[in-house]
């Protein structure tokens, strides 16, 4: 689906070295944290067990180096999505990185085994991804592998599941609560300025081509966030998407779209062609002004609520709220 990146941009992240690169347990932190193994995670694919404080991390999901960044380590390994300078280019990552930057070990779902067999790692981690079973048992022979979270379908489980699934991994279990904690008081505080928006609806989606668009489900990362803030999506929303996570669509179904607010990523050129469409002139939301259109980047808006992590909701947050205020 050509959305899908772009989209998926969609969708819509990345990982080098682990910032403690002296082994010795000299720190408090770091002897908190090794006293915390070993810790068993569950997921997707069964269990596992991590025995020592992993030290050379390598992250498979699209986003998940967020979190590992957030706890104070520097994957040596991650996949690329974005393309655009992804290890260095976000804001709201880019100084975890510094100079540092991750091997990149494939892209999206598609894996270099001997380039992560090559970094040697004692942990690699898989949430925001679509990692297979094969894929599994496969890197399993490498390294410890702590797959998608049970219960939920690949790229819907919260980023509070994903930061929890990577915390415990980590041993950081304290460290993961506080850092999950500011994030939802971020939410709160926005809830309790706009109490306004609680109930009201929202759908999300992407020009992709001439006529076509994506829609993404109610558990894609970009409806949790607005979701969080108070808005919800109508019944006929969640009946297109049905458990797919990205919904490709002609124009011809843009009564799907129709919303309190609804919210389109892309460029400033599919915006401008998407206003002058004549299927997209005639809907009630472009008529009444409730659209919202965000860029992918410059400012970055679309790549962070796509992450939606602990480190990248805080600068979605700071972006998105007043565009949200600004439509009436």
């Given at each position: ?70 706890l104070g ?25 510094g100079s ?129 803030m108070g ?98």
């Amino acid at each position: 689906m050509a959305v899908a990146v772009t989209a998926a941009l969609v969708l819509s992240a990345c990982g080098n070295g682990d910032e403690k690169t002296d082994p010795k347990p000299s720190s408090k932190p770091a002897d908190s944290a090794a006293a915390a193994f070993p810790v068993t995670v569950d997921h997707k694919y069964g269990s596992t067990t991590i025995d020592a404080e992993p030290k050379k991390i390598v992250t498979l999901g699209l986003s998940d180096q967020d979190a590992v960044l957030a706890l104070g380590l520097k994957p040596v390994g991650s996949v690329d999505w974005f393309k655009e300078k992804p290890y260095g280019k976000w804001p709201w990552a880019e100084d975890k990185w510094g100079s540092t930057p991750p091997q990149i070990v494939g892209e999206r779902d598609e894996y270099n085994v001997e380039k992560i067999a090559a970094l040697k790692p004692d942990l690699i981690v898989a949430q925001y991804s679509g990692m297979k079973k094969e894929q599994y048992d496969t890197l399993s022979k490498i390294a410890k592998v702590v797959a998608q979270p049970k219960g939920a379908e690949d790229y819907q489980a919260s980023w509070q599941v994903m930061t929890r699934q990577i915390g415990k991994a980590l041993g950081k279990g304290p460290e993961t609560e506080k850092l999950i904690t500011d994030v939802d008081a971020r939410f709160k505080a926005v809830r309790d300025k706009h109490p306004e928006w609680k109930g009201k609806t929202v759908a999300v989606g992407e020009p992709y081509e001439p006529g076509k668009f994506s829609a993404f489900s109610p558990k894609d990362p970009k409806l949790i966030f607005l979701s969080e803030m108070g808005f919800t999506t109508s019944e006929a929303y969640r009946k297109a998407l049905g458990k797919d996570n990205i919904a490709d669509l002609s124009f011809e179904r843009l009564d799907v779209m129709e919303a309190d607010r609804t919210v389109w990523l892309g460029t400033a050129e599919t915006e401008a062609a998407m206003k002058g469409d004549p299927l997209y002139k005639k809907t009630k939301v472009n008529q009444e002004k409730r659209d919202l259109f965000l860029p992918y980047d410059s400012p970055d808006i679309g790549a962070a609520l796509s992450f939606n992590t602990v480190l990248s909701i805080p600068y979605a947050i700071d972006q998105v709220v007043p565009k949200l205020e600004a439509v009436k």
